[in-house]
């Protein structure tokens, strides 16, 4: 059967318009950014000690669990309501939205470091949880102490406090069921903070893959 020439038109377009859509995802999936490595870890309240909070709940990876640690001021209840949140290090914002639920104003960074064990250059994600305010965009590239946000309550359902996780595996993004519970995929952040306090300085920036994580709540992570 011999088609219309707009037909065969027709069709050529659509067919490169589906390749085009092909390589765009693929390029989508292999983004990265260029990050300073982190030249050591501080806590995000407080800095760099925690001064003036505690550690109300940490990490515990069974049931029931709870994926990270929960900072709150020392005066107790509200009192830490507003006060600030920072960049643990020098890395990128991902995703920085009120995802509402449980969560409410939400930021999660990453991070790029020499590991000094193996040499190796290795990444962590981290997320702040039940913020109060944000004050930093996604894509952002931000600095080791700078104030990424405020500690929050969800909007009242909670006591203030920060809720805080580091992450080695970069595919959780908002999807935490998607991966065994277990220190392969997350760090213990107040072991992971002492133990990289100082690392040397290194000028030169390295190449962060971003674009590695599920969207959520129709919100995209870099």
């Not at 005066?75 to 830490?80: A, I, L, N, Q």
């Not at 993004?173 to 065994?180: E, K, L, Q, T």
């Not at 952040?189 to 994580?213: C, D, M, S």
Request: charged residues 20%; aromatic residues 10%.
């Amino acid at each position: 059967m011999t088609h219309h020439p707009c037909v065969r038109i027709l069709q050529r377009f659509t067919l490169c318009l589906l390749i085009w859509s092909s390589l765009a995802a693929g390029s989508a999936q292999s983004q990265e950014a260029r990050v300073n490595l982190a030249d050591g870890f501080d806590f995000p309240v407080g800095k760099p000690n925690a001064d003036g909070y505690y550690k109300a709940r940490g990490l515990r990876l069974r049931a029931p669990q709870h994926f990270g640690e929960d900072w709150n001021g020392r005066s107790g209840g509200d009192s830490d309501l507003g006060d600030p949140v920072y960049a643990i290090a020098d890395g990128i914002v991902t995703f920085a939205y009120n995802v509402r639920t449980g969560w409410g104003n939400v930021v999660l960074t990453r991070h790029a470091y020499r590991d000094p064990s193996s040499g190796q250059v290795k990444y962590i994600d981290t997320l702040n949880g039940h913020l109060d305010k944000i004050t930093v965009k996604t894509g952002q590239q931000i600095k080791r102490g700078q104030q990424i946000g405020t500690i929050g309550s969800n909007f009242g359902m909670y006591p203030a406090h920060l809720h805080f996780e580091i992450r080695h595996n970069l595919t959780i993004g908002m999807a935490r069921n998607g991966v065994p519970s277990d220190l392969t995929n997350w760090a213990d952040p107040t072991q992971f903070i002492n133990k990289h306090r100082k690392l040397n300085r290194e000028w030169r920036p390295v190449a962060v893959p971003t674009g590695t994580y599920q969207d959520y709540a129709g919100f995209k992570g870099l």
